[in-house]
């Protein structure tokens, strides 16, 4: 269930979990302000998050960072920047995220779920690899480990607080999100990656769901790794795509994995 408050997951970062898609929104407080991490769906979500930052901290947003290009997680944006914030924060996202932002790759999404299309406001602090963020008494960490969920997921890390805010490279409210963007013979070892950002101690917070650990992150990357296997073996066996979901043997419900399916054998050429 979304929660009705900020929850403290670690040191002075904080996950507050919103309707509609149970998505996360992470904050992480410094001395000089506050991260925000991702932004809800468009100006009237990101507004009413406005308010809840306000209930947390005085503090000014300073940093904006996008996980991924996704609808429900950048459709606020605009909230942080001028002319609705002075000065504006920082925003802050992957190369490939902010092209794909750019080119309006996603509009679509917004229309499709009911909405207004919102202001499209792209990042202009961009990674390729790893960036870092100072915030006067702590350093945040930004990291992409690879393709997965998009081919643009950013991953938030807080050494000092052993926090990890994954995006939907990592959900717990449901299984892995493998949509015509995502790569899924690429997800496990991107996992792999991930990994070795933690600590048996690290606390991950998904892009949707309730905070995890690095154990089921593992179980996550294995299932992954059993979907790439799956399509593998039947592209090799040359069986057709239309008819690869009538096989056994799939990690996860068929009816979650045809753009999976078709995003692999694609890729296989």
């Known amino acids: 269930m979304p929660d009705s408050s900020w929850r403290e997951v670690a040191d002075r970062v904080f996950q507050r979990r919103y309707d509609p898609y149970d998505v996360t929104v992470a904050v992480i407080a410094g001395a000089d302000g506050l991260a925000v991490v991702d932004t809800r769906t468009d100006l009237a979500e990101a507004a009413e998050l406005r308010e809840h930052l306000r209930q947390l901290s005085p503090a000014p947003v300073r940093w904006v960072v996008n996980t991924h290009v996704h609808f429900d997680h950048v459709g606020g944006n605009a909230e942080f920047v001028a002319p609705r914030q ?74 000092d607080a052993d926090v990890l805010l994954a995006g939907d490279l990592v959900e717990e409210s449901g299984p892995p999100a493998l949509g ?85 054998y694609a890729q296989l050429g």
Request: aromatic share 6%.
């Open 86 to 159: 002075l000065p504006p924060a920082e925003l802050w996202g992957h190369r490939a995220m902010a092209a794909a932002l750019g080119a309006g790759e996603t509009d679509a999404d917004w229309t499709r779920a009911g909405y207004r299309l919102p202001p499209r406001v792209v990042p202009e602090r961009l990674v390729d690899r790893s960036s870092s963020l100072d915030l006067g008494d702590r350093t945040v960490e930004l990291f992409h480990p690879g393709r997965g969920h998009t081919d643009g997921d950013l991953v938030v890390l807080v050494p």
């Open 180 to 264: 015509p963007d995502s790569h899924p013979l690429d997800w496990a070892g991107t996992l792999d990656s991930l990994l070795t950002r933690t600590t048996p101690d690290t606390v991950v917070v998904p892009g949707h769901g309730a905070p995890v650990d690095p154990a089921f992150v593992r179980a996550q990357r294995d299932a992954l790794g059993l979907l790439a296997d799956r399509i593998r073996a039947l592209h090799r066996a040359g069986v057709p795509v239309r008819d690869a979901l009538a096989e056994d043997g799939w990690p996860y419900p068929v009816s979650e994995l045809e753009s999976a399916v078709a995003c692999g």
